[in-house]
């Protein structure tokens, strides 16, 4: 057991709230204090391993300065013949476990990344202080309790969601479905048995992706439309949960909610869309879910505290450093520019900023652009007294487009699964668009008028996107999520923009729509024909970023 499990079974709920969440109380100095110690540490490391020699490209930068200086930004790209190989022996630290996300689609179907003890322990630390801020109401309160009631509707291991669990305290609580249980059941059969068992047993906690909580919201309340009762005639405590839900949904008029059957002590979620759904959370659950940032490969960089506004960056698990917007187009435009940085002291309220992380602890990230925009909305929490800058998630800044969490599509992929359909096209462009929920939407022009639908368009390439991305085809099987959408634009749509383009003195880079992420203008023109502004010579149209992660 470790030694947060061990506090809270003796109750030291101080000491607990002490050793897990005190990073709040740090000032910036002392957050930058830590930032510089633990880099200068894993500057050690990094020389005497092959990855980092390679990556670092033969520097042995001794401060911080100089290993902003000569060490280069990188991606992914870099390290694929380290990590995609999973070369242990190449690595700063021998990893305990590896966890993936979703890749580049047609390219590689994940990013696996190590993750080391040092880097689990602290990890470990963090999930107890994100329970703790779910849960509380004010500054030291502990709020969750051993015993409690966890629903488990995570994606497996090696998806990190999954993986948290054995770093969260899962020993501590009764997990719904049991852990071991539920990572050898299909995803809706696991939540499926979670629910029937929350009604006899009760439900405390949830931890999920935004848009699971939202989809298993839907789920429940469609499903208990028409309920038989008859099955839990011989489980008193299911039936009175159950009957008593059903009496609050018909007094307000609508249909079962969670809320109407259980009262979270705390909800966490994670994932790109949390802003979106958070409404809509609340509607379902009966509480906002706790926002948290985090990922594959900084695990958790910022989360939310009680009062549920902008996120406090942990300054403990990686080195930070912010890509102003500018710089980040500049690099985006010329892959060989290297954009300047700024630390976290450095940063400016209303500024967004291209994040890029180094691990810490031994873990095999060096100066890592995220591909993540955030926001930073404040450079302290002023009601609750936190001298760290506060952030806000904001978009993606490559050419991807992430839905729900799942799945990052790139131009290559979607164009294959166009063409893999037979449609006769003149050309597309998609986006991702939020209503309700994420949607992808795909906005295509036809070589001839026919008699296809949209409807049919959309059957053939949302089949085409399983077979060729397979976290496309698990939005299906976990959340039950179609996000394809089409619509089929006027004739000769792209040629009369193109002319439209050119006749305002666009230059060649810029006649053309992109295929990933147009802007509204450019949407409004091929949509409806004549209405985006003539743009001159010197204002080119704008670089658009995808809100996604």
Not at 265 to 275: F, I, N, P
Not at 387 to 408: C, E, K, L, N, W
Not at 474 to 500: C, H, Q, W
Request: with cysteine.
């Amino acid at each position: 057991m470790s030694r947060e499990a061990e506090l809270l079974v003796q109750g030291k709920n101080e000491e607990l709230w002490q050793r897990c969440c005190s990073f709040i109380d740090l000032s910036l100095e002392d957050c930058m204090n830590i930032q510089r110690r633990l880099l200068l540490e894993q500057i050690e490391l990094l020389k005497r391993c092959k990855l980092g020699r390679s990556i670092m490209r033969g520097a042995e930068p001794r401060t911080v300065e100089e290993f902003r200086s000569q060490v280069p930004l990188t991606t992914y790209a870099d390290y694929e013949p380290f990590l995609l190989t999973k070369n242990e022996r190449a690595l700063p630290q021998k990893p305990i476990f590896w966890q993936h996300t979703s890749g580049r689609s047609g390219e590689y179907p994940f990013k696996w990344v190590p993750v080391t003890a040092r880097q689990f322990a602290e990890l470990r630390a963090l999930l107890f202080a994100c329970l703790a801020f779910s849960c509380c109401q004010q500054k030291g309160e502990i709020g969750y309790r051993r015993k409690d009631k966890f629903l488990y509707a995570l994606a497996p291991p090696p998806y990190t969601t999954g993986a948290l669990i054995h770093a969260a305290p899962h020993e501590l609580f009764d997990f719904l479905p049991p852990v071991k249980a539920a990572e050898d059941m299909p995803f809706e059969e696991r939540v499926q048995l979670g629910f029937k068992m929350a009604l006899s047993e009760g439900l405390d906690l949830f931890f999920a992706l935004s848009s699971v909580l939202v989809a298993i919201g839907e789920r429940f309340s469609q499903r208990n439309r028409k309920i038989d009762i008859k099955p839990l005639l011989g489980k008193p405590k299911a039936l009175s949960r159950l009957l008593k839900g059903l009496v609050k949904s018909k007094l307000a008029r609508r249909p079962l909610l969670p809320r109407d059957i259980w009262r979270l002590k705390g909800l966490v979620s994670t994932g790109s869309d949390g802003s979106v759904f958070r409404e809509k959370v609340k509607e379902m659950w009966g509480r906002y879910p706790l926002d948290v940032y985090g990922g594959t490969e900084g695990i958790i960089m910022a989360t939310q505290t009680w009062d549920y506004q902008g996120m406090t960056f942990i300054p403990h698990l990686n080195f930070l450093e912010f890509i102003p917007q500018e710089e980040s187009l500049k690099s985006g435009d010329d892959p060989l520019y290297q954009p300047s940085t700024l630390l976290l002291d450095e940063v400016k309220p209303g500024e967004m900023y291209e994040l890029a992380i180094t691990n810490f602890y031994g873990g095999p990230l060096i100066r890592y652009k995220l591909g993540d925009m955030i926001k930073i909305t404040a450079m302290r929490n002023e009601k609750l007294n936190i001298d760290i800058p506060q952030m806000v998630f904001h978009s993606r800044v490559d050419d991807m487009i992430d839905i729900a969490g799942f799945t990052r599509l790139t131009e290559k992929v979607i164009w294959q699964a166009i063409e893999n359909t037979g449609v006769a096209y003149k050309e597309w462009t998609v986006r991702k668009e939020i209503r309700e929920r994420p949607i992808l939407h795909l906005y295509l022009e036809l070589r001839e008028n026919g008699y296809i639908t949209e409807e049919q368009i959309a059957e053939s390439v949302h089949r085409e996107l399983k077979m060729l991305d397979a976290p496309y085809a698990d939005l299906e099987a976990f959340l039950g999520l179609r996000p394809l959408k089409v619509t089929i634009l006027p004739e000769n749509a792209f040629k009369d923009y193109m002319s439209r383009q050119q006749a305002a003195g666009a230059d060649l880079a810029h006649l053309k729509p992109p295929h990933i992420n147009p802007s509204d203008g450019i949407i409004d023109y091929l949509v409806n024909g004549g209405k985006l502004p003539v743009v001159s010579k010197q204002e080119q149209p704008e670089k658009i970023y995808s809100k996604s992660k």
